[in-house]
């Protein structure tokens, strides 16, 4: 099994995670105003105000694997970085089950993330399919900033999901715990 597919959602996650300008006021909307997202077999939630990311915008930029990419319109925290939220696809040699996947995918992360710290790990259950929910702070180089990243990793079958996100390491509690909820809405959508 590669796990590459984490490392290359991480790169293209903070491409779009640069400066930006304006408040770092940012007013978390209720579960009630968040949009279902619906694409390649999976759904997630969105804000209604951020900006989807096309990749025919920035196809040298965003790897083929990352199936969607979305970002907060305006920047969150003092250092005004934005927060995004990625998902990746990739086909895997062979059913795999999400524990198998997740832990290959956290050794890579483990060794590309520069002080690499763990914050928090979680079982979830996602439609009957075992999903692994990790929290971790590190940075992508030794000049980087440090940031705070939220992982769910989830197999089904010989299809392997990584949804991604990262916030400025300085947000606010409540934008963590909104960033974790849309994580979390990851879901397999019913083929019509």
Not at 105 to 122: D, P
Not at 126 to 148: C, P
Request: net charge negative.
């Amino acid at each position: 099994m590669k796990p590459f597919l984490s490392a290359s959602l991480l790169g293209a996650l903070l491409i779009f995670a640069g400066c930006g300008g304006g408040s770092p006021e940012y007013q978390i909307p209720g579960d009630t105003e968040l949009e279902s997202i619906s694409l390649q077999g999976i759904s997630l939630k969105k804000p209604p105000s951020w900006e989807l990311i096309d990749r025919t915008d920035r196809p040298d930029a965003i790897p083929s694997d990352v199936i969607l990419l979305m970002r907060s319109v305006e920047p969150w925290g003092a250092q005004l970085n934005f927060a995004l939220v990625g998902v990746g696809k990739e086909k895997l040699p062979e059913n795999t089950s999400s524990i198998q996947y997740a832990k290959a995918a956290v050794q890579k992360t483990e060794q590309e993330i520069v002080n690499y710290e763990s914050v928090s790990e979680e079982d979830i259950d996602i439609q009957g399919n075992k999903a692994i929910f990790l929290q971790f702070r590190g940075k992508e180089s030794l000049s980087g900033d440090v940031r705070e990243w939220f992982h769910l990793f989830v197999a089904k079958n010989d299809m392997g999901y990584v949804v991604s996100a990262v916030t400025p390491l300085d947000a606010e509690a409540n934008q963590k715990e909104f960033i974790k909820s849309i994580v979390k809405s990851f879901a397999f959508r019913e083929a019509s």
